[in-house]
C-alpha cells in the first residue's frame, strides 16, 4: 500500500520558533510537495522539489524553506514561525511525467502561539 | 494571476439522489484536471482524473465532464451515499505543478 508520511499531525509552537516538518513516501516517486491548506482558500502551492537536492518555489515561499537529501524524504522549515502560520500542512508525491496523481500524506495541524 | 474555483460552497445531497460538482477554471494552458477527496481528519485522495484532449470520463459511480469552450469542470457521484460526505477538490495544471480550487462540502442526508 502506497504511502507519504508526515511526522507529526499536531505541533504547537511559539512565535519565532524554528519548526520542522517532515515528509517520507515509500513510492520511489521524484516529485514531492509541500502544501498549506486553509479554509476557503483550498490547497496553496509553498515548495515542490523535482529531485534529490533540488527545489523550487510555488505561489507562497515566504517564510519557509525546504530541503530534500534523500529522495524520499522531503521537509519544510520554518525559520522562524509567525501566527499567520498557523495552518494544516499537506506533503504529496507523484511520479515523474505530465500527469499522474497526487498522493498526499494526513496531513500537519501547526498552532503558532 | 489564474485561478481554479468552485461554484458552491456547499452542496446538500439526498442520500440515493446524483451529486452534481461544479468547478470553473481560468488557466487555458492546462492540459490535467484532477478531481480529490478530502474526509475529515485525512488528506486529500483522488478519484478521477482527465486529460485535456477528452471531454467526458468515466469511473465507479463517478462522471467527470471538461468544457473547454466554458472552462468548465464537473464532477458527478451518482447514488450519493453518506460515505460521499467529504469536501471536494477540483485541480488543474500540468507537470506535476497543480492550482487546487477551495473546495465544496458535499453533505449527504438521509
Known amino acids: 500500500d502506497v504511502k507519504v508520511t508526515q511526522s507529526s499531525r499536531y505541533l504547537v509552537k511559539r512565535t519565532g520558533e524554528k519548526v520542522f516538518l517532515e515528509c517520507v513516501q515509500d513510492m520511489d516517486h521524484e516529485n514531492m510537495f509541500w502544501y498549506r491548506q486553509d479554509p476557503g482558500l483550498g490547497l496553496r502551492l509553498i515548495y515542490f522539489s523535482y529531485d534529490v537536492k533540488m527545489k523550487e518555489k510555488g505561489d507562497i515561499p515566504e517564510g519557509y524553506s525546504v530541503s530534500r537529501e534523500k529522495k524520499e524524504r522531503f521537509s519544510l522549515i520554518l525559520e522562524s514561525a509567525s501566527t499567520n502560520q498557523t495552518s494544516m500542512y499537506l506533503c504529496?508525491?507523484?511520479?515523474?511525467?505530465?500527469?499522474?496523481?497526487?498522493?498526499f500524506g494526513e496531513g500537519s495541524r501547526l498552532t503558532v502561539l | 494571476g489564474e485561478s481554479v474555483g468552485l461554484h458552491l460552497p456547499t452542496l446538500s445531497v439526498q442520500e440515493g439522489d446524483n451529486s452534481i460538482i461544479n468547478c470553473a477554471y481560468s488557466?487555458?494552458?492546462?492540459?490535467?484536471f484532477i478531481w480529490y477527496k478530502q474526509e475529515s481528519g485525512k488528506g486529500p485522495q483522488f478519484i478521477i482524473d482527465i486529460r485535456s484532449n477528452m471531454d467526458k470520463r468515466q469511473g465507479q459511480r463517478v462522471t467527470v465532464l471538461l468544457n473547454k469552450t466554458v472552462k468548465h469542470l464537473s464532477l458527478q457521484i451518482a447514488a450519493t451515499q453518506p460515505g460521499d460526505s467529504a469536501v471536494y477538490f477540483c485541480?488543474?495544471?500540468?507537470?506535476?505543478?497543480?492550482?487546487f480550487g477551495a473546495g465544496t462540502q458535499v453533505v449527504v442526508t438521509p
Open positions: 504529496a508525491s507523484r511520479s515523474q511525467g505530465p500527469a499522474g496523481e497526487l498522493f
Open positions: 485541480a488543474e495544471g500540468s507537470w506535476g505543478k497543480f492550482q
Open positions: 488557466n487555458s494552458a492546462s492540459d490535467y
